[in-house]
């Protein structure tokens, strides 16, 4: 019987919406492919959600990838404010899940410091709806590795058994499965509702 709903956050509750941010930062498109690769789909940005080097080491290599951008770089990382927005439904996705009896947690592979400033920023209402999270950036552990959904499940005393996650990286649904939790790749909202609907009733 499922008792608890698990959310990534990323592209789950909120829209990480890098490319958009680079389009009204008017950046040319060579520039924006050229960040695609060496800053949001590098190495090193997983670094920066994994939380075992400090934010500026990593920027340091960033800047070293892209010294002949830094500028756009620069303007990028000024505005990391607005690298996510929520989506319209988050909230009240929650609220649902909780009014149903449900305990609501969040699982997320997260920078440090930019989660810190996207929560002062209110990137996350749903924050205060839920039960309690883990953050990679916080606990040096990422997804999909084992270590950090056991870390969640001793955190808050859950059984594997009693939950399911959600999230948008088939690889990180497999590593909660193989662990005994259901699991939903998330393509969608009315797709994982329709989804977890079906598996909680």
């Not at 680079?22 to 800053?39: A, C, G, H, S």
């Not at 999909?144 to 959904?149: C, S």
């Amino acid at each position: 019987m499922i008792k608890n709903v698990i959310f990534d956050i990323g592209n789950v509750l909120v829209d990480f919406r890098w490319r958009s941010l680079m389009e009204e930062l008017q950046l040319p498109i060579e520039t924006q492919k050229r960040f695609e690769k060496t800053v949001f789909g590098s190495p090193w940005w997983g670094e920066l959600d994994h939380g075992i080097y400090e934010e500026a080491e990593i920027l340091a290599h960033f800047r070293e990838d892209n010294k002949d951008h830094l500028d756009a770089f620069n303007l990028v990382w000024d505005n990391r404010d607005k690298l996510v927005a929520p989506y319209a439904y988050a909230v009240q996705w929650i609220e649902q899940l909780k009014k149903s009896g449900f305990k609501v947690y969040l699982l997320s592979n997260y920078p440090r410091d930019v989660f810190a400033l996207h929560t002062e920023c209110g990137c996350f209402p749903f924050l205060e709806h839920v039960d309690g999270k883990v953050v990679s950036g916080f606990v040096k552990m990422v997804k999909p590795n084992a270590d950090i959904y056991e870390h969640l499940l001793r955190e808050y005393g859950l059984e594997p058994e009693e939950c399911v996650f959600i999230d948008d990286r088939a690889e990180n649904v497999e590593a909660a499965r193989a662990l005994g939790m259901k699991g939903i790749v998330f393509a969608g909202y009315e797709q994982a509702c329709e989804e977890l609907k079906k598996m909680l009733s």
